[in-house]
């Protein structure tokens, strides 16, 4: 068993602000309303979060070897991106696998890098508007189906949509924290 030193520890609150991920087993029909409002909102929530940051507030690591800032905003377009096309498979076709990607060999790529944050906040802004209509338009049966991600296992779109979810707050709490931490 490792031995966390109070540096580690500081570490891991500075990456997982809002905590690890949990997914509840049962959830309701407003539990679930709730997911997609969340969804709804995030780019305005990500805005919110950024607007008034500088290219150098921008180009802030949130953590001691984390990304910027602005990878955080282009990684959570393509999270959600990714994310959405998950989603319309495991509704489509039967349990279908998912691979995984390099988010960190992402995350050093020129459009991460160097594009301003404001295309993805459009992106996820136009994007979550058609996952929130798809979300909408679902049953409870259809919350069952599942897909098999390479990285993570067999999960329900249940599961899938609170880990959605729980990945945009986590990220914007990085954010938030950092600003705050920062007294920007």
Known sequence: MENYTSADQELDRLRYPIG???AAECRTGEARNQSVQDIRELADVLSKAVEQLTLEQ???PYRPGGWSVRQVVHHLADTNMYAYLRFKRGLTEDA???PSYRQDLWAEQSDY???PTE???QLLKHL???FVLLLDAMNEADYDRTFVSLGLGTMTLDA???RYVWHNRH???QISSLVLRSGW
Do not use: K
């Open 160 to 162: 899938a949509v609170q």
């Open 58 to 60: 921008l180009n802030t």
């Open 96 to 98: 279908p696998e998912i």
């Open 20 to 22: 690890r991920f949990e």
């Open 113 to 115: 890098l160097e594009e």
């Open 119 to 121: 295309s993805s906040l």
């Open 128 to 130: 979550n508007g058609r």
């Open 171 to 173: 990220h914007t709490a």
